[in-house]
């Protein structure tokens, strides 16, 4: 867990959202897009202390804007979306009680 002000939380993760979208170049020459969702959670905005349900809730926060190509902070509302296996129900490896991913 990185504690960082809240008025810095929005900062950092704009900085890691442009460093993940830079374009990768290949061996031929080539580049290729790069993008990524990114979540995060801290225990003042979730309600949370324990990072396995940090972890779960930052998570889940980019999945309402995936494609908006912004980080996603975590909120009470994603600490409360269901978990299989301790991971957020209806990802890869959730479909089965007891299945590993």
Known sequence: MLPLPR??????LAQLVRMLH???ALEDGLA???SASV???AP???GLRD???????AD????GGKHSGRAHLATTEHATVPS??????GGPGTRLWGRAA
């Open 7 to 12: 008025g810095r939380r929005d900062v950092r």
């Open 22 to 24: 830079t374009p990768v």
């Open 32 to 34: 290729v897009d790069v």
């Open 39 to 41: 979540g995060a959670a």
């Open 44 to 46: 003042d905005a979730t």
């Open 51 to 57: 990072p396995p349900p940090l972890q779960r809730a």
């Open 60 to 63: 889940a926060a980019p999945y």
């Open 84 to 89: 299989i296996n301790g991971r957020r129900a």
